[in-house]
């Protein structure tokens, strides 16, 4: 039985672009000592004559199409295929062919290192892999991942950051066409290799730092190659590309590395650039190895400041008085607004890493330095960073602005520009318009209580205009809420003052006349011996008996308080309470000055006092008594 997973048929591409058929027979993959190479052999399956030899040559692009079928060009105008008739005996041959590759690619990549390797020699093996990675885009998806997936595997991204740090021009362009190559077919590959690289190299010689170097040195007038580089690196940063898992989220990790090991690396050239620090340009142009004309140097009224009711408003007349001198280079301000540009999508992309980056190198002071540029362009870029920022309507971030006086530089921009109708007044006006729709409370005040009396000149447009009467709308709001809020609480004092009137009144209607004294010691509450108290009792017991109410007036009774063991006892009755010392020996009431009769009355009737006749000495006492004050109403 023939092994039909090795049968093939043979066709060519004839000159009408027609594939002929050649035969049908059996390949293998085999060693030809004639042509000194692995080459693929197909015998006929009728006679076992030879249908097809060919050497396996790294230089050729094989592609494998639909499961069954491999296609090549062994020269110009000769294709050639084969036809498997099951897709096993073509993924055998397939990798075959793949293993070949991979020998050459090794050969390849170790000659393209090699600091022995000629320099020409060097630039024909990265043309190559160009042209190569080039041819890799019209294979299948299939076959073009494996390529790159091989490419990775032998090598490629350790290469590229070699010879991407050459000086020879065209080596360092052909390289960064490869690299576009990798990161366009997988971000994610490219962002894994760095963050390990990032663990046993110096940030200096990372692949990112690398390529951002490379941006930054850009010797093209146009900076076509750094163009290309950002683009590259606004890939690799892009959050909408970034893998999460269950347990690895890319995003987070690669975004602490790049802000750890990179951004100081790209932000380098603008914060040298406005800096009035001349060890922090030098460090600057050291390790950047090429000259620099600085785009702009800040005057000292860039230097921190807060607000104030001190400030001037004279003082904000624009550059003619404050104006820094901005000797500015063409091909700089295009590289700075490349990486404003960069900036910026981080502002829009990145949430905390590029906000604590912001205020800990108090950036946007730093970018609002190029308002004063001479190029429009770099003015605007520098301009629409800030807007980036305020479009996200963070608390933070106004604090930021309005503690450091942000809106100076831009105001002044706005005033030098004067009547002038161009692109960047239109920025500046729909910056402040944007303030004034979306009601940003905090900069509308800080603009208006800041900036309005050099602003309200401006009548072409009503923003300004507009922006303070949101203040004042604002500030009557608040004086209003603060009115109301005082209303309230005096009306709610009112109301609690005038029921703890009332209380207190109530509170006094119910309380006794004389006021309570201590309470007696538990020793004074009884006599001393037994018999005493028994010969006291026996007289109570006999005054209880004559003690009985009089009728002094029609329906109407005065009591006196008998001295009764419930009295002795300290009990009270519901209308009268008396508190009664205890009996003397002689049985008469105790009559010390420090234990009073205590009397309170219910809010019925008022209980009239009756005379006995052998209680006058009493009355007298009674007399002499503090008396009720009157109930309200009464």
Request: charged fraction near 30%; glycine fraction near 4%.
């Amino acid at each position: 039985m023939s092994d039909t997973r090795r049968r093939v048929k043979v066709y060519t591409l004839n000159e009408d672009r027609q594939w002929d058929d050649r035969g049908t027979g059996h390949v293998s993959s085999t060693y030809v000592e004639e042509l000194k190479g692995m080459s693929l052999l197909v015998r006929a399956e009728s006679d076992g004559s030879l249908l097809l030899e060919s050497k396996i040559n790294p230089n050729t692009a094989y592609q494998k199409q639909q499961d069954t079928l491999i296609v090549w060009s062994e020269a110009e105008n000769y294709d050639l295929a084969l036809s498997f008739q099951e897709k096993a005996g073509c993924d055998e041959i397939w990798e075959k062919i793949c293993q070949e590759d991979e020998k050459f690619l090794s050969e390849v990549f170790a000659q393209l290192t090699d600091e022995a390797t000629d320099d020409d020699k060097r630039r024909e093996l990265v043309n190559f892999f160009k042209e190569f990675c080039a041819f890799s885009q019209t294979l299948q998806p299939q076959n073009r991942d494996a390529f790159f997936k091989t490419l990775a595997k032998l090598g490629i991204l350790p290469a590229l950051e070699i010879v991407m740090g050459m000086d020879d021009l065209q080596v360092r362009s052909a390289a960064t066409d490869i690299f576009s190559y990798l990161v366009e077919f997988s971000p994610s590959m490219v962002r894994e290799f760095v963050m390990q690289e990032a663990q046993q190299s110096d940030d200096d010689i990372l692949l990112i730092n690398v390529v951002i170097e490379q941006m930054i040195c850009d010797t093209d007038p146009e900076l076509g190659g750094a163009v290309q580089l950002m683009g590259l690196l606004r890939t690799l940063i892009d959050p909408e590309n970034m893998l999460a898992t269950t347990n690895k989220t890319e995003k987070s990790e690669f975004l602490n590395f790049f802000y750890n090991h990179c951004m100081h690396v790209l932000t380098a050239p603008l914060l040298t650039n406005t800096s009035e620090d001349k060890c922090e340009k030098d460090f600057f142009l050291k390790h950047y190895r090429y000259s620099w004309s600085f785009i702009c140097t800040p005057s000292h009224s860039h230097s921190h400041s807060t607000p104030s009711s001190s400030i001037s408003q004279d003082n904000i007349v624009g550059s003619n008085k404050n104006n820094t001198i901005c000797p500015d280079n063409y091909q700089t301000a295009q590289l700075l607004a490349l990486i404003l540009e960069l900036l910026t999508f981080c502002v829009e992309h990145h949430t905390y890493h590029i906000k604590n980056y912001i205020m800990n190198k108090d950036l946007l002071r730093r970018v609002l330095v190029l308002m004063n540029s001479k190029h429009t362009f770099l003015a605007l870029c520098a301009l629409r960073f800030m807007r980036r920022i305020i479009g996200l309507k963070d608390e933070f971030y106004n604090r930021y602005i309005t503690k450091g006086n942000l809106f100076e530089p831009v105001i002044n921009a706005l005033l030098d520009n004067g009547t002038r109708y161009n692109l960047l007044n239109s920025a500046v006006i729909e910056l402040f318009e944007f303030i004034r729709v979306e009601d940003i409370k905090s900069l509308t005040a800080h603009i208006v209580e800041n900036f309005y009396k050099a602003l309200e000149s401006i009548e072409y447009v009503q923003t300004f205009k507009g922006l303070k009467t949101k203040y004042e709308q604002e500030k009557d709001r608040q004086n209003q809420k603060l009115n109301s809020n005082r209303f309230r609480r005096d009306a709610k004092a009112l109301e609690e003052d005038e029921e703890m009137w009332f209380n207190e009144d109530e509170e006094e209607e119910g309380k006794a006349v004389v006021a309570p004294v201590e309470k007696p010691k538990p020793e004074d509450d009884f006599p001393d011996n037994y018999e005493k108290f028994m010969e006291t009792k026996k007289a109570k017991e006999s005054e209880d008996k004559e003690n009985l109410p009089k009728r002094t007036s029609p329906g109407g009774f005065k009591f006196t308080f008998s001295h009764s063991a419930s009295a002795a006892n300290g009990t009270n009755s519901k209308s009268v309470v008396a508190q009664i010392p205890p009996a003397t020996s002689n049985g008469s009431s105790s009559k010390t000055t420090n234990l009073p009769t205590s009397v309170t009355a219910t809010k019925g009737s008022l209980v009239g006092l009756v005379d006995y006749p052998d209680d006058e000495e009493e009355d007298e006492e009674e007399e002499s008594s503090p008396r009720k004050r009157p109930r309200l109403g009464s």
